[in-house]
């Protein structure tokens, strides 16, 4: 994870094995949002949009077929 600072907030960069490894914390593991959110130091609202992509597209415990990476995952992995 890296931090870009600049203006008024400060955005934080996660690797593709970051949210892989999150995703999993919550659909396999079973761990609530709010405490992987408080462990990690995470928004929730980022928490639930890698969950909700990793279910729509294909996650080790989605019962769906893996689908081609969005554009916007694509870039999250760089």
């Excluded at 659909?27 to 929730?44: A, F, M, Q, R, S």
């Amino acid at each position: 994870m890296e931090t870009v600072t600049g203006g008024a907030s400060r955005k934080r960069i996660y690797d593709a094995e970051f949210h892989g490894g999150t995703v999993r914390i919550v659909t396999e593991v079973g761990k609530p949002t709010p405490e992987v959110v408080e462990d990690l130091g995470i928004h929730p609202e980022t928490l639930h949009s890698w969950v909700s992509w990793g279910r729509c597209n294909g996650s080790p415990s989605s019962d769906r077929p893996v689908a081609e990476p969005s554009p916007w995952w694509a870039a999250a992995k760089e």
